[in-house]
Nanobody
């Protein structure tokens, strides 16, 4: 069984920083592209940032220059450093990863349970 476990969410004042982590656990063959999504109340889930196996990042325009995504392929963990947070960043943040459980299985997308980030003004 594969699990993606997020941590690092919480309450922070505007202008502050948080660092989210997403750890992939369980038995699997290969971990592919990983990403962070978020969903604010009443809004659709949106891509925040993603990172390839080689570490190449992609960011939503709304977080460019403020957020940094990275990954540690030895620890099977992805990070999101969030700086200069604003109330508009308040949302549940979900971890997402493409993963192959064995050499014979297809790539499949997994989701974490989410971690709440609340930015007060």
């Amino acid at each position: 069984q594969v699990h993606l476990v997020e941590s690092g969410g919480g309450l922070v004042q505007a202008g502050g920083s948080l660092r989210l982590s997403c750890a992939a656990s369980g038995s699997f063959y290969a971990l592919g592209k990983m990403g962070w999504y978020r969903q604010a109340p009443g809004k659709q889930r949106e891509l925040v940032a993603s990172v390839t196996v080689l570490g190449n990042p992609t960011y939503a325009d709304s977080v460019k220059a403020r957020f940094i995504i990275s990954r540690d392929n030895v620890k099977n963990t992805m990070y999101l450093q969030m700086n200069s947070l604003t109330p508009e960043d308040t949302a549940i943040y979900y971890c997402n990863a493409d993963l192959r459980q064995s050499v014979t299985t297809d790539l499949r997308t997994y989701w974490g349970q989410g971690t709440q980030v609340t930015v007060s003004s």
